[in-house]
């Protein structure tokens, strides 16, 4: 009896220390993320953090990084999960934040400095990423 009652302690304790191994195995990707991918893309991460503002396409930031623009945009969804465009949207609504916080321009002069074809589009896109308007944002600035 004692044999049995601790054989089944035993295998019950080694099926909770599997429980919890397996919980802390790292998460796996379709394609394993390597330094390498991310050292692939980051002349194009680069080039749109430095540039927020200024219009740039898919090839031209695979041509700065010297990578087909299909390959540039797998490596930003398995390194960022997010796409080039998607990417450089947040970093220009960021900056978007940092212009009508400092509150030197309008929504309608931020929204011509970051080269939106009207206020309208400006304004969706801000929403869209922040959550809120930009005149809520800048009320909530002051």
Do not use: W
Not at 32 to 50: C, L, S, V
Not at 85 to 90: G, L, P, R
């Amino acid at each position: 009896l004692i044999g049995r009652f601790f054989d089944d302690d035993f295998m019950t304790m080694a099926s909770l220390y599997k429980i919890i191994a397996l919980s802390f195995e790292p998460k796996k990707y379709a394609y394993p993320i390597a330094d390498t991918h991310i050292k692939k893309i980051q002349p194009a991460i680069d080039y749109i953090n430095e540039h927020p503002s200024e219009k740039t396409s898919i090839p031209e930031l695979a041509k700065i990084c010297g990578i087909s623009p299909s390959h540039l945009r797998r490596l930003f969804h398995q390194c960022l999960e997010m796409s080039p465009v998607q990417y450089k949207s947040s970093v220009l609504m960021e900056y978007a934040c940092k212009l009508l916080k400092h509150g030197a321009l309008n929504v309608s002069e931020t929204a011509d400095i970051l080269h939106f074809s009207d206020i309208y589009s400006f304004s969706q896109t801000f929403k869209k990423y922040m959550g809120i308007s930009p005149q809520n944002y800048v009320k909530q600035s002051e």
